[in-house]
């Protein structure tokens, strides 16, 4: 049998932390720290996770309200990403008021987004605060989580005043049917159902694989459809700590999209 083919994950993470082994790493993440992270996410079970937090009949339920107040073509049509300004124009009259930040200093680097629930005598309207020093799509990635967030306040009543997005919670996500949610509508957005279907069509079928498990070959495709509907180039020139977030993301999203599809043909 020959050497079993490394996953594109891997090889992104290694080209990453290679090309970046010279160079000062200033804030919170620390490339050694993240690379355990980011490896563990492809080796959780992402179905179990899903069938744990959120039934056939839930996941619909969001697609239906995400549908009727935000995205018409959600599953359908892969959605585009927006200016902050744009995301704020559309979104406001949905109840919903929007802040931007440039978080660069170490710990703000970490957070992405944050949604905040109406308060009495505090916030009369709930806030999304999205950090906009991040790379393009990770914003985007922001506005859409948060704003799943919002659409499903009524759902999950969380005792939570604010819910925070940060790029080391992914695995968390998979335990709490509130993230997930808003997860759900994020991987929606970017791999519309058709898209889906088409990249993860071979999944489980090498010899050897688990259901549910992407050969490396769909996995490749993924992370080119990405790259090319969202500009999203690990070998351009940004900061370390972006590109740690990006592909932690982009496993997460992946393979929670690849569980939708494998588990309730969503």
Known sequence: MGARRR?????????????????????????????????????LDYAEGLR???????????????RKQVWPRLNDQAMELLSPAEFARRWSPLGVDFKTADWTWPEGLALLGVYLRKTRGVLKRPVICINTAHH??????????????HLTAQIFDSKDDAQ???????AAHLSDPAELAADVMVTLAGYPQRQAR????????EPGARKGQATASALEQAVAYIAKRYGLDFSAEFATEKK??????????????????DEYDI
């Not at 200033?26 to 720290?33: A, T, V």
């Not at 925070?164 to 992914?170: E, I, S």
């Open 7 to 43: 996953s594109i994950f891997d090889s992104l993470l290694s080209e990453i932390l290679d090309a970046e082994q010279d160079r000062p790493v200033s804030g919170p993440i620390r490339p050694e720290q993240t690379a355990a992270e980011i490896k563990a996410l492809t080796k």
């Open 136 to 149: 393009p799509l990770m914003v985007g990635v922001s506005f859409d989580h948060e704003m799943g967030h």
């Open 164 to 170: 925070f997005l940060q790029y080391t919670g992914y």
């Open 244 to 261: 740690l977030q990006c592909l932690a993301a982009l496993i997460h999203y992946t393979r929670l999209r690849q569980a939708l599809l």
């Open 198 to 205: 088409r990249l993860f069509a071979s999944a489980g079928k």
């Open 52 to 66: 744990r937090c959120l039934n056939h009949q839930e996941v619909a339920e969001i697609v239906s309200i995400a």
